[in-house]
């Protein structure tokens, strides 16, 4: 019953990659229907069937418009073929890097009965497809490639030029085990044998050299010379894209379809156990990247082992979620990431390039883009965000007017900036003193549970100074685009050049950061630069949740709760009790960076 689905599903692909095509020979026969007027009326001159002033007249016209067209026509053909389709970005693997996941994809094809990939890319995300790089553009393949994952002894069809590339999500590899591993690839290889069928690969050609000739219509459209001829590609290229658009979506969930069916019978089982460590590492995957990898980026610094701390940032959510609790034994089994011959180094990779895709980081390490290990992650990343954003809050309390007091309420001539400073000036009652400055919220009305959802906190004061902060904090961005230029994109082989870093960084993470919660992560910052330099308690990393504070080793748990007590009501009190029972003094002036 399996193999009747698949050979209806692979039908049904087939059945809509031929109304692509025949979409492409209606432009082509629209193309050349004024060629053919022209033929008929200058062969009906030379035989003397259509003579008079008025037929040279129309020959003369036809002809003019037919080459006309014909030269619009090759030109289009032209940009659409010699087009270069996007292609990810990723971490070439060659096989002598990795031998055991290359005889593992190629014993996974020869179960399936379809052909091989030609190679293996790691890209540091949660997904894995297949991907083709056949176009003149993206290069040569590389020196007997096919011959390698296919292997000695295989059939020839295993060795086809046109096998497109499996790209594999790095996550996958470090957090599941081979097993796993085996069972979520087996639909994504599965998809190699509809790949191969001439009339699904021309179709899939044809679409790739519309959507890159569209692009490249954008690009050339830039230049004030070229740019009418750039829009009428464009034009043409995106009607004929609009009008394939159905018939090429339905063609691959053909495909997907498919290769899915094809696949049921390797490893059916496991493949439901994988599917949740699928979604165990997207959720792990994105608040390591957004919680811990961010503010490193934001600094100048990249951790170096991503992959890794994906692992930890992952096993302790299955500590944590109860529902997660039975994945820890799997941790015993043998790791995908063991088929790499060195794992470290490809690890390191792909968190260079995680960190380009997602932030727009150059290529190569220099003195303001370092890497960093997750040893020195607290000390390096953690303790100097801290004091930027301590010292970044006491710039603007500067600017606002604020003054230094004693808890009595006088002012005082004390070097350095205090916690109290910040503590005083957020409980101070009602509007702002004469001597401050800046930007004062107009006043709110409540309104119900749409307010909270406010960027602004309730306490005036706190709304004033998350407004200016709001605002340093975006004026110091805007000053500070990350550098992409120089050097060259992390991997080797053929796809090593195929993006342009002026379009970094490609998929730019993007957390909410209200005002109101920047105000609570400086304030936040100054209390744990106040402990440090007060109780000598040190910074810590969470895998989920980022920075963490550790007192004499114990991690911080009930901090931000009082610090947001302070910033929506201006009510210190529960922060206040904390600093008391920790023996934090915030009188006492800290070291900020």
Same mark, same amino acid.
């Given at each position: 019953m399996t193999g009747i689905g698949v050979e209806a599903r692979a039908q049904g692909a087939r *059945?809509?990659?031929? *109304?692509?095509?025949?979409?492409r020979g209606r432009a082509l026969a629209v193309a050349m229907l004024p060629a053919a007027a022209a033929v008929i009326l200058l062969a009906g001159g030379s035989s003397g069937h259509f003579t008079g002033h008025g037929w040279d007249i129309a020959r003369w016209v036809t002809s003019v418009f037919a080459v006309l067209v014909l030269l619009a026509a090759g030109m289009i053909a032209l940009v659409v073929v010699r087009a270069r389709p996007a292609v990810t970005p990723t971490v070439a693997i060659a096989e002598s890097a990795a031998p055991d996941l290359y005889r593992l994809v190629r014993d996974l094809a020869d179960r399936l009965d379809v052909p091989a990939p030609s190679a293996i890319a790691l890209t540091p995300d949660c997904d894995s497809w297949l991907e083709d790089r056949t176009h003149p553009a993206h290069g040569p393949p590389p020196p007997r490639a096919q011959d390698e994952i296919a292997g000695p002894g295989h059939h020839a069809h295993r060795r086809t030029a046109v096998a497109p590339v499996l790209?594999?999500?790095?996550?996958?590899?470090?957090?599941?085990?081979?097993?796993?591993l085996r069972a979520v690839l087996a639909p994504v290889v599965a998809g190699t044998g509809p790949?191969?069928?001439?009339?699904?690969?021309?179709?899939?050609?044809?679409?790739?050299g519309l959507d890159a000739a569209v692009a490249a219509a954008a690009d050339r459209g830039r230049n004030p010379v070229v740019r009418p001829l750039g829009a009428g590609i464009g034009w043409v290229a995106r009607l004929l894209l609009r009008s394939c658009q159905v018939h090429a979506a339905e063609m691959e969930r053909g495909v997907a379809a498919a290769a899915a069916d094809r696949a049921q019978s390797v490893d059916?089982?496991?493949?439901?156990?994988?599917?949740?460590?699928?979604?165990? *590492?997207? *959720?792990?995957?994105?608040?390591?990247?957004?919680?811990?990898a961010l503010p490193a980026w934001r600094m100048g610094r990249w951790p170096s082992r991503l992959d890794a701390g994906v692992v930890a940032a992952l096993t302790e959510l299955s500590r944590r979620d109860r529902l997660a609790e039975g994945f820890a034994s799997r941790l015993g089994e043998r790791p995908a990431c063991d088929l790499l011959e060195e794992p470290g180094a490809v690890d390191e990779a792909t968190s260079l390039l995680a960190a380009r895709l997602f932030h727009g980081g150059p290529a190569e390490t220099g003195p303001d883009w370092s890497p960093v290990a997750w040893?020195?992650?607290?000390?390096?990343?953690?303790?100097?965000?801290?004091?930027t954003d301590a010292a970044r809050l006491h710039r603007v309390l500067d600017v606002l007017g604020v003054r230094r007091t004693t808890p009595a309420g006088d002012i005082t001539t004390a070097d350095g900036p205090t916690l109290a400073r910040v503590l005083n000036h957020?409980?101070?009652?009602?509007?702002?003193?004469?001597?401050?400055?800046?930007?004062?919220?107009?006043?709110?009305?409540?309104?119900?549970?749409?307010?909270?959802?406010?960027?602004?906190?309730?306490?005036p004061r706190s709304a004033a100074l998350a407004t200016r902060l709001g605002a340093e904090v975006a004026r110091e961005e805007a000053g500070a685009m990350p550098a992409g230029s120089g050097g060259q994109p992390v991997g080797q082989g053929p796809d090593a050049a195929l993006w342009d870093d002026r379009s970094l960084p490609l998929l730019p993470l993007q957390p909410p950061r209200t005002d109101r919660e920047l105000l609570a992560d400086h304030v936040t910052a100054m209390v744990c630069c106040a402990a440090m330099d007060t109780v000598g308690a040190t910074p810590g990393l969470d895998w989920l949740d980022g920075p963490t504070l550790l007192v004499d080793g114990e991690r911080v748990t009930d901090l931000?709760?009082?610090?947001?007590?302070?910033?929506?009501?201006g009510d210190a009190i529960p922060l206040r009790t904390w600093l008391v029972e920790v023996g934090i003094r915030p009188e006492k002036p800290v070291r900020l960076g």
């Open positions: *059945a809509r990659a031929l *109304a692509v095509l025949r979409i790209v594999i999500g790095s996550p996958f590899l470090w957090w599941m085990r081979v097993g796993e790949s191969a069928h001439p009339d699904i690969a021309a179709a899939r050609r044809f679409v790739r059916y089982g496991v493949r439901i156990v994988a599917q949740e460590q699928v979604g165990l *590492a997207y *959720a792990g995957w994105d608040r390591l990247l957004t919680r811990v040893q020195e992650y607290p000390d390096e990343v953690v303790d100097r965000k801290w004091r957020l409980t101070g009652p009602g509007p702002a003193r004469d001597g401050e400055q800046g930007p004062q919220p107009a006043p709110r009305i409540p309104l119900g549970d749409e307010d909270e959802d406010d960027d602004l906190p309730r306490n931000t709760p009082r610090v947001l007590s302070l910033v929506e009501d």
